[in-house]
């Protein structure tokens, strides 16, 4: 599997577990989604929320790096979030009409990369001004694993409220090798 399959394989995975995780939100009530749970972000809103703004975040910069592409446009024109530590959307609904845009875009334009784009240098400012070059394809390992990192401390909220997320694991997604080969 070459960078481009990779990352695509990546994307769909990041696609997968939201609609699960999004959909378990929407069947609860947002009461219980804002509920403090003495997790690190307090809520399954808040963590949620944080993918989010982290997903903004980071997909602003490669479109300001790469020379804003079609497929960012939309996500590249929302608000800058504050902080990471604020919560970007005021809503349950708010965030479960964000998490599919975001989503979408991130397929979109994983789906334009190649493997010369993604060992491509791009240089960008952390929050804090701090400026930085670094190697495409390690920054996209690095946005996915952020994901599946917040995500899995969402899951432990939605157990402990009782809801079974069911099966997380990327390779479920992965191709079968024999009905891929037969």
């Given at each position: 599997m ?12 990041n696609?997968?577990m939201?609609e699960?995780l ?6 609860m ?5 804002q509920?403090?749970r003495g997790?690190?972000?307090g ?11 982290a997903?903004?975040?980071w997909?602003?910069r490669f ?12 996500v ?13 959307t005021?809503?349950?609904e ?20 190649d ?12 929050l ?6 670094k ?15 917040h ?24 191709p ?7």
């Amino acid at each position: 599997m070459n960078l481009t399959a990779y990352t695509a394989l990546m994307a769909r995975y990041n696609t997968w577990m939201n609609e699960k995780l999004y959909a378990l939100v929407r069947a609860m009530p947002a009461e219980a989604v804002q509920q403090d749970r003495g997790a690190f972000f307090g809520s399954i809103f808040r963590t949620l929320d944080h993918i989010a703004s982290a997903d903004v975040i980071w997909l602003k910069r490669f479109s300001a790096a790469l020379g804003a592409p079609g497929t960012l446009a939309e996500v590249a024109a929302y608000p800058d979030p504050q902080s990471l530590d604020v919560p970007m959307t005021g809503s349950v609904e708010e965030l479960c009409e964000l998490r599919p845009v975001i989503d979408g875009a991130i397929e979109a334009w994983t789906a334009t990369l190649d493997e010369r784009v993604l060992s491509e240098a791009i240089s960008f400012r952390r929050l804090n001004g701090e400026p930085y070059t670094k190697l495409l394809f390690p920054l996209l390992m690095h946005f996915f694993n952020h994901q599946t990192h917040h995500r899995g401390q969402a899951t432990t909220l939605f157990t402990q409220a009782g809801i079974d997320v069911g099966v997380t694991d990327l390779a479920v997604i992965v191709p079968d090798m024999v009905a891929a080969t037969g």
